[in-house]
């Protein structure tokens, strides 16, 4: 982490753990089955076991190819936000909080990138891993706690559909999975 990052991460601690399941409650609470908001949630918990099973890795190798999954995962989920949710966002009048949300998928996929030049078993690399992930929580809380619920409760259920379209086929796209 670069003492820019740390700096930045000390004045700007992260959320609580309270506050991240607070916001994850809420927002499982507000999402029906199979839609644009499960679906995201599903794979929020699904990139949070990917860090774990990054950081977890014991050996080079097993490191890099959770490494990989973790990229998968993520920038999938970057694009099907990117394509289908953070328009959405601006449309109901969230501009700001759309555009955040490009910069910060920006910023972690150029992290990702810069991670996968490090040695995977050095303290660097686990710095690194830690930044992005703490970073992607961070982002991940905004959307769980306010942007993504305001926008559940803000449109109709025929943009519903269109959104939760949309965001499967382009996770699918990207990721090769089919679309549900």
Known sequence: MSILDKAIAAVTPPESDEARAEARAKAEAAATPGSWLAQILDHHRQIEAQFAAVKAATSADTRRAAQKDLALILTGHAVAEEAAIYPALAADKQVGHAEL???????AKMEMGLLERLDPMSEDY???????????????????????????????????ALITKRYAEEFARYTGETAA
């Open 101 to 107: 949300a490009y910069q910060e998928q920006a910023a």
């Open 126 to 160: 686990l710095d690194k891993l830690e930044h992005i992930r703490g970073a992607v929580a961070h982002h991940v809380y905004s959307e769980e706690g306010t942007w993504f619920l305001e926008l559940s409760e803000d449109i109709d259920a025929s943009e519903q």
